[in-house]
Structure formats: structure tokens, C-alpha cells
């Protein structure tokens, strides 16, 4: 009866059908023990079987990535080499911060991947339940569950949303909310033992609380690349792409001053369309092969459209980020 005046029940069930299927697919099978909250939060779980990011695909961050694995990955994949000193434990908390599309996030999936941990990638949206006391028990559940499965990394992406500085107009639940997830958080600290590790994203670190940084040594930046490190992406981004003998990536990278990964991608897929664009004007609307199942004429039809094709040329990428550089200079002059 209670359940059925639940107004969440719906939800809790949803999230707990999701969360059987995930731990199964991890080899979990205990789920019994699971709170209901717990299998709320369990939902959010990603296999890191599934994490396409490797560091290979990660370009221009190759000092940030031997640092992150030197200090966050050895310990727990090499838990045997630190047993006789409490100083080499891996952090209980990572702080990635810089500017957006810089490869923070790419980072945080990477690091899961490769050390192998349970990866809760949390929607702080999901603790903040309109029910009074809700919330904590979802707090809890976070650092419960994690300890349940882990090795576990806790992912908070922009996590400054979350965990900013406390102020005297924050709502009573919400400071409660933030004091308990601070509370179980130094818990970790406490055993030595446990793998637990919440790693956290932001391109505004000074909006955190001090308290949130206290728990978070392992302080990483992920700044704007340099031409170097954008050539790098640029290599990366255009790996496997039809391109001209002409294409310079040096000159691209050093005309796109300013740009993250995230724009640099943005920049190719531009340049990229240019050809298609092309095609279309010089024989009209494209077929859509999208539609299954595709006949024997279809797949000749889109094999003979892929062959005809021209590569991508310098001039295509050179038009992109002219485009984009003036794109940017308009964004900019409207913060003015």
C-alpha cells in the first residue's frame, strides 16, 4: 500500500531494472544485499568494457596522462607494491580542471577503463529528491554501493554545480545533503583499504568549496593546448580520413590559437562537409541509405557515392577555420 502511494515507485523501479541488467553484465550477482537506494545509484553504472576512450584516443595530453596514471592507476591496478606505506595509497579524490572541451571528461573514462574499476557516472540530479531526507539516503547510497563493488570510481562531471562554496542562503536540505556526502566522503579516508575514488570535473575550480578541495590531492589541469599538442589532435581527429598529399597540418595548428579539442574536431567535421556539400550541388538530393534493409542496388548506389567522394583538400580545412576563428570573434564581442 505504501509503495503504491509512492509517487517515485515508478522511477525506483525503472532504475532498478536498469541497475539488475548493468550488474549483471559486471559479474555482480548479489544483488540481495542492495538497498533500494543503492539500486537507484546503480544505475548510473557504466562497464568500463564499454568505455570506447583509451588514452590513444586522447591527443596533446600526454604529460597529464603519465602523471594520472603514475599516481591514480599503478596504485590500485599494483595494490601489491604499496602495502608497506600508507603515503603511496591511491587518492580518494581527483580533481580534473580547465577549460572546456579540453579532454577532462575523455580522461575520467580512460582512467576506468584502464585500471579496471566499477565506473558510477553520477547525475547529481538524482540526489536531489524532493522528499525530505530522500537525498541523504541517496548521498549515502553513492559511497555505500561503491564500497559494495568497488574498485569504484565516482565520476561527478562539472562538479562545481554540485559542491560549490556553502553560503548562508543554501537551502537546509541541500547544506544537509552537502555535509553527509563530505561525511562519508572522509569516511574513505578512515580504511586504508578501500578503492573508492571520486574524481570530479570542472572548468571552475574556484567556485568549489575548500572543504571539497581538501579531499581532492590529486589536482590535475587540462589547459588550452599549444600548437604542438594541437597538431597532435589534428593527427589524431583526421587519423583514417580521405586527405589530400596538400593537407598542412603544422599551418592548421598554428592558425587555431585558442582552440580546444573539442573546437579542433568541430573544425574537421566542417572541412569534411565541404566535399559533401559539392557532391550534392553537382548531382542533387542524396539517396538516404539509412533505411534497412538495404537492396543490392542500395549498397552499390552508397559505395558508389563513398568512391566519389573527393579527399579532404588544405583549402577545406583552411575555409573551416577561417569560418570558426570568425564565429568565435563574433561569440566573444557579445560578452562585451
Same mark, same amino acid.
Given at each position: ?13 525503472k ?15 548479489? &544483488?540481495?544485499?542492495?538497498?533500494? +537506494? ?12 564499454e568505455?570506447?576512450? &583509451? ?10 596522462? /603519465?602523471?594520472?596514471k ?12 604499496? &602495502? ?26 580512460? *582512467? ?19 522528499? +525530505?531526507?530522500?537525498? /541523504? ?16 570510481i ?8 554540485? !559542491? ?9 536540505a &541541500?547544506?544537509?545533503m ?23 570535473? *570542472? ?14 590531492p ?20 583526421? /587519423? ?10 603544422? %599551418?592548421?595548428a ?6 580546444s ?5 568541430? !573544425? ?14 553537382a548531382?542533387?538530393?542524396l %539517396? ?11 549498397v ?31 561569440t566573444s564581442?557579445?560578452?562585451?
Open positions: 500500500m505504501m509503495k503504491q502511494l509512492d509517487p517515485t515507485n515508478n522511477q525506483k523501479k532504475a532498478a531494472a536498469k541497475a539488475q541488467e548493468m550488474l549483471g553484465r559486471l559479474g555482480l550477482t548479489q &544483488t540481495k544485499d542492495l538497498t533500494e +537506494y543503492e539500486m537507484m545509484i546503480a544505475s548510473h553504472l557504466v562497464d568500463p568494457a568505455i570506447r576512450v &583509451t588514452w590513444e584516443s586522447i591527443g596533446g595530453l600526454g604529460s597529464i596522462i /603519465q602523471d594520472v603514475e599516481t591514480v592507476i599503478l596504485p590500485i591496478k599494483r595494490k601489491d607494491l604499496f &602495502t608497506d606505506s600508507h603515503l603511496t595509497q591511491p587518492p580518494k579524490g581527483v580533481l580534473l580542471h580547465g577549460p572546456p572541451g579540453c579532454g577532462k571528461t575523455m580522461i575520467a573514462k580512460a *582512467t576506468a577503463k584502464e585500471a579496471g574499476c566499477r565506473f558510477i557516472n553520477l547525475d547529481v540530479s538524482i540526489l536531489t529528491d524532493k522528499w +525530505y531526507g530522500e537525498s /541523504q539516503k541517496l548521498a549515502s547510497a553513492v559511497f555505500t554501493l561503491a564500497v559494495k563493488i568497488q574498485p569504484c565516482i565520476f561527478i562531471d562539472e562538479i562545481d554545480s554540485f !559542491l560549490r562554496n556553502r553560503n548562508i542562503q543554501d537551502h537546509e &541541500t547544506a544537509m552537502k555535509a553527509q556526502f563530505m561525511t562519508l566522503w572522509d569516511g574513505l579516508n578512515t580504511d586504508s583499504s578501500c578503492t573508492v575514488i571520486v574524481m570530479g570535473a *570542472t572548468n571552475r575550480p574556484h567556485d568549489l568549496d575548500k572543504a571539497i578541495l581538501r579531499r581532492m590529486a589536482s590535475f589541469q587540462v589547459p588550452m593546448p599549444n600548437v604542438a599538442q594541437r597538431k597532435d589532435i589534428l593527427k589524431l581527429i583526421m /587519423q583514417g580520413e580521405p586527405m589530400r598529399a596538400n593537407v598542412d597540418l603544422d %599551418k592548421i598554428a592558425g587555431a590559437e585558442g582552440m579539442g573539442s573546437d579542433l574536431k568541430e !573544425l574537421c567535421r566542417h572541412a569534411s562537409m565541404y566535399r559533401v556539400r559539392e557532391f550534392m550541388k548531382n542533387g538530393d %539517396k538516404d541509405f539509412s533505411s534497412r534493409p538495404s537492396s543490392s542496388k542500395d552499390e548506389e552508397k559505395e558508389e557515392f563513398e568512391d566519389k567522394l573527393r579527399p579532404i583538400t588544405h583549402d577545406d580545412l583552411k575555409r573551416s577555420l577561417d569560418k570558426m576563428r570568425e564565429s568565435k570573434v563574433k564581442s557579445l560578452g562585451d
